[in-house]
């Protein structure tokens, strides 16, 4: 075998380990991406069903239940064009409250239910999550007086 065939192999070897390589990391990377999605994208049947998610906007007035003699909290967040109902199990955060911002992880559920595995609520009374405002912004049910969307304190 000649010089030139065997770096021929070692450089096909090494592009095919750098190959099995990159793809195990992005199989990787798939099942733990999150996405952001807001209530009128899960209504329109664009989000998967049992994969993990983030779903944003705000807490619909009135929808806030506390399940008896359990942490369960179910509520429903909107952004003002489709609403989507969420359960916690859990300590919600101190700044949580109806007609407040609000961004969830979990999962949604094959009953169309969005079961958080953690809820988070505005930190101060300017901010919004850009993603949520982003929704309400393309739902057209922005407030005038409310700080862009791309504002972040």
């Known amino acids: 075998m000649t010089r030139k065939r065997r770096r021929l192999q070692v450089l096909v070897l090494c592009m095919l380990g750098l190959g099995t390589a990159a793809a195990l990391t992005l199989a990787a990377f798939q099942d733990h991406l999150v996405f952001f999605h807001a209530p009128s994208d899960i209504a329109a049947g664009k989000v998967p069903r049992e994969r993990m998610l983030r779903i944003g906007g705000l807490v619909e007035a009135g929808s806030v239940q506390r399940v008896p003699g359990t942490t369960e909290i179910r509520f429903r967040v909107t952004d003002m064009a489709h609403a989507v109902e969420v359960s916690f199990s859990g300590v919600l955060p101190d700044l949580f409250r109806e007609g407040q911002g609000v961004v969830a992880n979990g999962r949604l559920g094959t009953d169309g239910t969005f079961r958080a595995s ?27 007086g409310a700080p862009p969307p791309s504002s972040r304190n």
């Open 118 to 144: 953690e809820v988070l609520a505005r930190h101060d009374e300017t901010y919004m999550p850009p993603e949520a405002a982003e929704a309400l912004k393309r739902s057209g049910h922005w407030k005038p």
